[in-house]
């Protein structure tokens, strides 16, 4: 009895964790006058929760392409996007608003702050939209910065305003956290500090965080590494030893 309990809770340790986003044969062709654009061609992907993945490739790689359509920015051209047990491309345009306020967050390259606004009310214009949300000196707490509250943009660092747009991002508790190239404007060592920041918070908060980037430097941080090309998902590869962000060299 006592080993058949054993390996119960052997098997349920090794139980991989639940996938949050399952993606099957979705293509995205994009018209350009009389030119079709295959953005994506036929990917089938799945996310874990609480996993931190890197999406690497050159531009024109499907990268961004992918990235929206996880966050129900675009719809695929065919296929099927699942969140965990819903089926994002049966949708409309108010259920994938209702989506992306509930479950997502999004960093960008640029960091689209509201110029007027000091950095706590710039948080503070998500979490009034958001559910459950956190408190904007908290989410600004996280990422370093409880000292800048008061501070607008014009007063930051470009490292800083990264640093504001996660924690405006990861203000509303969201359960996915997307970001398109976020160290792409910055300097080596205020990308570092950044990756740190988004480290932070997939660890602290068990947020389910995708990255992409054409900076193959930033891939060993990542449990796993989706490398793509021309639309395609080439390979995939995990990471069995992850590389802290003060590590990274590229």
């Known amino acids: 009895m006592q080993s058949q309990e054993t390996e119960q809770q052997d098997s349920a340790i090794a139980s991989p964790a639940r996938p949050i986003y399952a993606l099957s044969q979705v293509s995205k062709t994009y018209r350009v006058g009389e030119v079709e654009v295959h953005a994506l061609r036929s990917v089938s ?13 050159p531009s024109g790689s499907g990268k ?10 675009d719809v695929p051209s065919s296929g099927e996007v699942y969140f965990r047990d819903r089926l994002l491309t049966a949708s409309n345009d108010a259920a994938l608003t209702q989506f992306r306020r509930q479950h997502v967050g999004f960093v960008f390259q640029f960091y689209n ?3 007027s606004l000091t950095a706590q009310e710039n948080v503070a214009l998500v979490t009034e939209l958001a559910a459950r949300p956190m408190d904007p000196r908290d989410a600004l707490g996280l990422v370093g910065l409880a000292h800048r509250l008061d501070h607008f943009p014009a007063q930051l660092s470009g490292g800083e305003q990264q640093r504001v747009a996660i924690a405006r991002a990861i203000a509303k508790c969201p359960e996915v956290l997307l970001c398109d190239e976020p160290t792409g404007a910055l300097d ?6 950044v990756l740190e920041v988004l480290e932070r918070v997939n660890r ?24 793509m090309r021309s639309g395609e998902i080439m390979r995939q590869q995990h990471n069995p030893t992850k590389l802290s962000p003060a590590q990274l060299e590229w």
């Open 45 to 57: 992907l799945e996310l874990f929760e609480g996993e931190f993945v890197v999406l690497l490739g």
């Open 64 to 73: 961004s392409t992918l990235l929206n359509i996880l966050g129900g920015l």
């Open 113 to 115: 702050l509201i110029p």
């Open 188 to 193: 080596f060592e205020t990308g570092k500090l």
């Open 204 to 227: 602290d908060l068990g947020t389910t965080t995708a990255v992409i980037t054409h900076n193959a430097g930033i891939a060993g941080m990542a449990d796993r590494v989706i490398i």
